[in-house]
């Protein structure tokens, strides 16, 4: 046999093997069919063991208090992010006004002498 008789058989190999594999991965391929049919015979099988391994699941205490952490944490998101948004609308607000804003000023200083204060109290003990 020649090189090119080996070339041709070759690429005809490639060929029916491409064929085989295109037409069974394809939408309208028979194992589409034929898993489709199983699955529909068995179809009430298939759904009793997913009724029983949801009801099983739903039943569960794990399961209970996932679902309650993960509805407390989604919220506290939520209502954390509207709030913060809230807060911050509020803080500039009273930023803006030069008074409000010499009050609060006044009112940190006074905490940290506050606090300075009582620091040097303590560390004469």
Sequence with gaps: MSEFDDKV??????????????NLTSYSSPLCKLVNGAVERNEGKIRAVADKAVDELTDGDAFKDSMIEAIRSTLARALIKQFGGQLEKQVNELKANPATRARMTLAVESLMADVVVKKQGESKC
């Design 9 to 22: 058989i070759g690429m005809i190999g490639e060929a029916v093997n491409e064929a085989i594999i295109k």
